[in-house]
């Protein structure tokens, strides 16, 4: 069975992967949002690593996923015969087939596999093995995948960030849902301590446990779920069999799933939920990855500060599906005006373990990342850039603070106008020369190579190097959108030099 192709953004990632290795990276991140395809692109990496004769080995975060990982490789093109997994007693045990499926836990006890390349899933959940992997083998190529690669510390192992794509660019090509927010309850957290950046769980757990809070999370989906296929995201296991039980009480068919549901448990309940027979499937953390399931509304009734948490919670309710429109939101947590929404939150550097840097990047990213606000008629939250609700029309009173100027955008803030967003032209260039190089003659067309050679300089202030070499990819949206908006600039200069022109000769 071949492949399946790439599509453009796919092989746009393959490109900057093909850009990073080449000028001498070892470890680098791919962030790969939900819906990107991350199984056909793995697929593709994989092949090309076999093609230079590597052994390959794929790490994924849990023993429940090797099967997945295994049967979704098949699916996608490659050969079962060249896969084996890396436990004792799994019938797929094959030592010496090239690519070896194995589960963090099995290789943290049992050592690491004999392979030149490696594949780490989900590598934001950060494991000792594979930080240990990586130090005793500084010559073996790791590739990491991850839609939220944010956490702290992975900047001292991992050394390029590679973001083909955003959450917003997916949704926008229809890749992803589109959705809707609305914020029915706001949760009093005060007196929470803050553990490791998070809120205290027990604690936590006592606040959103309330009957009221409880009531209002089941109220507001008979309002406003629209009877959807639904993922409730709880603080632990009591809170979450607690609203299980609350959904039961009024007739909804709901599920509970913790870590301790077994496989052939949880498949059940996945099967019942697929078939409409469960309407809510109530969980922890649980179910945030590798789950692939058509979700249709998502409940957070966890709050957090974690954007990972939360980018991968409201992750599960954005996969496109047949007849779905949007998917509903419903944040008991604030969660929302905390963090802001999930097509807002960017990162574009790996976090390292520094606590200075890492203190001024969270002060920055919090100063930085647009909040939304509530509509005080519907609670649906709006974007922070809109001024009219989608949901019920209400338009807001308040100024916008936004002023255009050509060349930049500018926010007016109580100190005055202060950037909004760094410059395109530094965010190309961190992209790497090879990179844009070969975006560039991806865009070339009919135009003639001095057409390259100039945007190239623009871009990085200098003229290309003879080291780069000539190979055209697909050109990221950011290169397309800066080429743009520089034909605009030049086509309204000129369209002023005529204008000149013509009162010069009045």
Same mark, same amino acid.
């Given at each position: 069975?071949? =492949?399946?192709?790439?599509?453009?953004?796919?092989?746009?990632a393959?490109?900057?992967?093909?850009a990073?290795?080449?000028?001498?990276?070892?470890?680098?991140?791919i962030?790969? #949002?939900t819906g990107f395809?991350?199984t056909?692109?793995a697929?593709?990496?994989?092949?090309?690593?076999?093609? +230079?004769?590597?052994?390959?080995?794929?790490?994924v975060?849990?023993v429940?996923l090797?099967d997945?990982t295994f @049967?979704?490789?098949?699916?996608?093109?490659?050969?079962?015969g060249?896969?084996?997994?890396t436990q004792?007693?799994h019938?797929w045990?094959? #030592?010496?087939?090239? %690519?070896?499926?194995?589960?963090?836990q099995t290789?943290?006890?049992?050592g690491?596999?004999d392979?030149?390349?490696v594949i !780490?899933?989900?590598a934001?959940?950060r494991?000792e093995?594979?930080?240990?992997w990586?130090? @005793?083998?500084?010559?073996?190529?790791?590739?990491a995948?991850?839609?939220?690669? /944010?956490?702290?510390?992975?900047?001292?192992f /991992?050394d390029?960030?590679?973001?083909p794509?955003?959450?917003?660019?997916? %949704?926008?090509?229809?890749?992803?849902? +589109?959705?809707?927010?609305?914020?029915?309850?706001?949760?009093?957290?005060?007196g929470?301590?803050?553990?490791a950046?998070?809120y205290?769980?027990?604690?936590l757990s006592?606040?959103?446990s309330?009957a +009221?809070?409880?009531?209002?999370?089941?109220t507001?989906w =008979?309002?406003?779920?629209?009877?959807?296929?639904?993922?409730?995201f709880?603080?632990?296991r009591?809170?979450?069999?607690?609203?299980?039980?609350?959904?039961?009480?009024v007739?909804?068919?709901?599920?509970y799933?913790?870590?301790?549901?077994?496989?052939?448990e949880r498949a059940?309940?996945?099967?019942?939920?697929?078939?409409g027979?469960v309407? !809510?499937?109530?969980? %922890?953390?649980?179910?945030?990855?590798g789950?692939?399931?058509d979700?249709?509304?998502?409940?957070?009734?966890?709050?957090?500060k974690?954007?990972?948490?939360?980018?991968?919670c409201?992750?599960?309710?954005?996969?496109?599906a047949?007849? +779905?429109?949007?998917?509903?939101i419903?944040d008991?947590s604030?969660?929302?005006l905390r963090?802001?929404?999930?097509?807002?939150?960017?990162?574009?550097?790996?976090?390292t373990?520094?606590?200075d840097? @890492?203190?001024?990047?969270?002060?920055?990213?919090?100063?930085e990342?647009p909040?939304?606000?509530e509509? #005080?008629?519907?609670t649906?939250l709006i974007p922070?850039k809109?001024?009219?609700?989608?949901?019920?029309?209400?338009?807001?009173r308040r #100024?916008n603070? !936004?002023?255009v100027?050509?060349?930049?955008?500018?926010?007016?803030g109580?100190?005055?106008?202060?950037?909004?967003?760094?410059?395109a032209? $530094?965010?190309?260039?961190?992209?790497?020369?090879q990179?844009i190089?070969s975006?560039?003659?991806g865009?070339?067309?009919?135009k003639?190579?001095g057409?390259?050679?100039?945007k190239?300089?623009? %871009?990085?202030?200098?003229?290309?190097?003879r080291?780069l070499?000539?190979?055209?990819?697909?050109?990221?949206?950011a290169?397309?959108s800066?080429?743009?908006?520089?034909?605009?600039?030049?086509?309204?200069?000129?369209?002023?030099?005529?204008e000149?022109y $013509?009162?010069?000769?009045?």
């Amino acid at each position: 069975m071949p =492949l399946f192709p790439l599509r453009p953004l796919q092989e746009h990632a393959m490109g900057l992967l093909r850009a990073s290795l080449r000028s001498g990276h070892k470890r680098p991140v791919i962030q790969a #949002p939900t819906g990107f395809g991350k199984t056909v692109l793995a697929a593709h990496i994989i092949t090309s690593a076999l093609a +230079k004769r590597n052994r390959v080995a794929v790490c994924v975060p849990m023993v429940s996923l090797i099967d997945q990982t295994f @049967e979704r490789f098949s699916q996608n093109g490659i050969n079962p015969g060249d896969m084996g997994v890396t436990q004792s007693d799994h019938p797929w045990r094959r #030592p010496h087939a090239p %690519i070896q499926i194995c589960s963090i836990q099995t290789i943290a006890r049992r050592g690491f596999p004999d392979v030149s390349f490696v594949i !780490v899933d989900e590598a934001h959940l950060r494991f000792e093995a594979i930080d240990r992997w990586m130090t @005793e083998c500084p010559d073996k190529i790791f590739v990491a995948l991850s839609a939220t690669p /944010w956490s702290r510390g992975m900047g001292d192992f /991992w050394d390029d960030l590679i973001i083909p794509t955003s959450i917003a660019e997916l %949704i926008e090509l229809g890749d992803l849902s +589109k959705f809707r927010v609305f914020a029915p309850t706001h949760p009093d957290l005060s007196g929470v301590k803050i553990i490791a950046g998070d809120y205290h769980e027990g604690q936590l757990s006592e606040k959103m446990s309330g009957a +009221k809070i409880v009531a209002d999370v089941v109220t507001t989906w =008979l309002d406003k779920g629209d009877d959807q296929p639904t993922l409730c995201f709880a603080v632990d296991r009591g809170h979450a069999q607690a609203l299980h039980e609350q959904f039961a009480s009024v007739g909804v068919t709901s599920a509970y799933v913790d870590a301790n549901t077994d496989r052939e448990e949880r498949a059940r309940i996945i099967g019942q939920f697929q078939a409409g027979e469960v309407k !809510v499937i109530c969980s %922890i953390g649980t179910m945030t990855t590798g789950v692939d399931v058509d979700c249709r509304c998502i409940i957070m009734a966890r709050p957090t500060k974690s954007e990972i948490l939360f980018v991968q919670c409201i992750g599960r309710g954005l996969r496109p599906a047949a007849g +779905k429109e949007l998917c509903t939101i419903l944040d008991h947590s604030d969660n929302h005006l905390r963090l802001g929404m999930v097509t807002d939150i960017h990162h574009d550097t790996l976090r390292t373990s520094n606590g200075d840097a @890492e203190r001024k990047e969270k002060r920055e990213a919090e100063r930085e990342t647009p909040k939304p606000f509530e509509c #005080p008629k519907c609670t649906r939250l709006i974007p922070y850039k809109s001024l009219t609700c989608e949901g019920c029309g209400w338009v807001s009173r308040r #100024p916008n603070k !936004v002023q255009v100027q050509d060349g930049e955008l500018r926010e007016l803030g109580a100190s005055g106008p202060r950037m909004k967003r760094e410059p395109a032209l $530094a965010r190309l260039a961190r992209e790497g020369e090879q990179a844009i190089y070969s975006q560039l003659l991806g865009m070339q067309g009919t135009k003639k190579d001095g057409w390259v050679g100039f945007k190239f300089e623009k %871009i990085f202030g200098h003229k290309r190097t003879r080291n780069l070499l000539r190979e055209a990819i697909a050109p990221s949206n950011a290169l397309m959108s800066w080429v743009r908006s520089e034909n605009i600039a030049w086509a309204r200069s000129r369209d002023n030099q005529i204008e000149g022109y $013509a009162n010069a000769a009045e």
